[in-house]
């Protein structure tokens, strides 16, 4: 079965701080990657996403993430927080092939942005 | 607007009673899930349907029930069965595959007391 690792379980750091979220997974054949984002009191949103070509993929509010396949890894990174970052990061992984579209979560990342 | 929709957001129960979450959603997606969010443990999943009348066990399945007589609509009912029942659950729904990624719904609050 496949599982996701998220070892960063709480994270704060200062406005303008650059960030770096781990997320690592377990299944080493084909995988579809995702970033999600929980705002406080907010519905779960996609940050960006991975399915093939360039491994680092870009997605809204300035985020990006780096597949390395050798690492089994998606880490997801941005040069410069904002207080409105303040959120939970999820990262999520589809596959191995017989999973259809089910995505497993990691525990997720508490971010918080200090002013 | 399409959207998920799920109610209520806040639900309290005594202990041994049945308790049925409703989930609809009007985006024409064929796929729709059930997630439990637990603090640090993130989204675990309960139970998925890929089409309708048809549905599978997700990995923390025991003690709920589904079904999935309509395309818009996969209700979760949390059974006397299930032993920490008090939880936030999120359902989600996506195309057949799963490439625009999932719409979640706001989650419903239960509460067993």
């Known amino acids: 079965a496949q599982s996701v690792s998220q070892h960063n379980h709480h994270v704060i750091l200062s406005e303008a701080a650059s960030l770096e979220l781990g997320c690592n997974y377990s299944y080493g054949g084909t995988v579809n990657l995702f970033w999600y984002v929980q705002y406080p009191g907010q519905h779960l949103q996609l940050l960006l996403k991975?399915?093939?070509?360039?491994?680092l993929v870009k997605g809204i509010k300035g985020f990006e993430a780096e597949f390395i396949k050798s690492k089994f890894s998606f880490n997801l990174r941005k040069p410069s927080v904002q207080w409105s970052d303040t959120a939970e990061y999820f990262c999520?992984?589809?596959?191995?092939?017989?999973?259809?579209?089910?995505?497993?979560f990691g525990t997720g990342t508490r971010l918080q942005v200090t002013l | 607007d399409g959207g998920i929709t799920q109610s209520p957001k806040y639900l309290f129960r005594k202990e041994g009673q049945n308790v049925t979450l409703s989930c609809e959603q009007n985006l024409n997606h064929d796929a729709m899930y059930w997630y439990r969010q637990d603090p640090g443990q993130g989204l675990r999943l309960i139970y998925y349907s890929q089409i309708v009348n048809d549905f599978q066990k997700g990995d923390i399945a025991e003690g709920y029930s589904v079904s999935r007589e309509k395309k818009e609509s996969f209700p979760l009912t949390v059974t006397s069965a299930q032993k920490n029942p008090t939880a936030f659950y999120l359902c989600a729904s996506s195309m057949r595959t799963v490439l625009y990624g999932y719409t979640f719904g706001s989650g419903t609050r239960l509460t067993v007391v």
């Open positions: 999520a992984v589809n596959g191995p092939p017989g999973t259809a579209s089910k995505l497993t």
């Open positions: 991975y399915f093939s070509g360039d491994p």
